[in-house]
């Protein structure tokens, strides 16, 4: 059965590996929002709509989609050193664009948050994080998923991070330190992240679910083994 999933967030370091990946899940048809035309991976098979996010809550509802995903994100540093401006991206919009879809009927909502995030840290991006997945959590979806990467490795577009490239060079070593209960900090490709979220999509379970490291890292095999079930005789109505 495929899903129609709508993406917010693609241009992104996870929104355009979600793109990439897209075409190894054909039970989804994908449409991407974005504010900015973007060169696509090659073989890319979806659709973008170049929007003003403004816009963006309108025009999910239009769509009515099964699913709507959030990679949408942004950095203190990118809003200017603005606490306000941060937090109207990373709560404001993608609430808004969640709201109108639960609105319009979506049964499911995944988004990405991050490792360590907690509505009662210290830290304002981590508590940001951890707001706006509470809040995530109590509309009215069916089924909410939130996965929380860690170190993400990839091909970022825009401004370079140098502390951020530091830390994927060194990523190979660190994360040979990090077990037990602190595999959950392990750096991940941002194909992982985004080949976790179209397995997700459309998963029949309800609840409110949050998936670690291993947990995404798992749960494209997991996906395909559950939708090549084959039913054992005599399991299937007459």
């Known amino acids: 059965m495929s899903s129609r999933m709508v993406l917010i967030g693609a241009t992104g370091m996870v929104g355009m590996a979600l793109i990439g990946e897209a075409r190894h899940f054909p039970h989804v048809r994908l449409t991407a929002l974005a504010r900015r035309e973007v060169p696509l991976p090659d073989g890319a098979r979806m659709e973008m709509i170049i929007a003003d996010p403004a816009n963006w809550p309108g025009a999910i509802a239009d769509m009515k989609p099964d699913v709507l ?23 404001g919009l993608v609430l808004q664009c969640a709201k109108a879809a639960a609105h319009a ?81 392990r750096s991940i490709r941002a194909s992982e992240v985004a080949a976790g979220m179209l397995a997700l999509a459309g998963e ?28 054992a005789a005599g399991s299937m109505a007459d």
């Open 105 to 185: 009927g979506t049964r499911q909502m995944i988004a990405v948050s991050s490792v360590g995030a907690d509505a009662n840290a210290k830290n304002f991006y981590l508590r940001t994080k951890g707001e706006v997945e509470n809040a995530l959590k109590k509309l009215d979806f069916a089924r909410v998923d939130i996965l929380r990467p860690g170190l993400l490795r990839g091909v970022r577009t825009g401004e370079p991070r140098k502390a951020e490239r530091i830390a994927m060079i060194a990523s190979p070593v660190t994360d040979l330190l990090l077990n037990g209960k602190y595999r959950r900090y």
């Open 69 to 91: 995903v959030s990679a949408l994100g942004t950095t203190i540093r990118q809003a200017g050193g603005d606490q306000q401006a941060f937090r109207d991206v990373d709560y």
């Open 204 to 231: 029949k379970a309800e609840g409110r679910f949050v998936h670690e490291h291993d947990a995404i890292r798992r749960a494209p095999a997991l996906s395909r083994a559950r939708r090549h079930v084959v039913p």
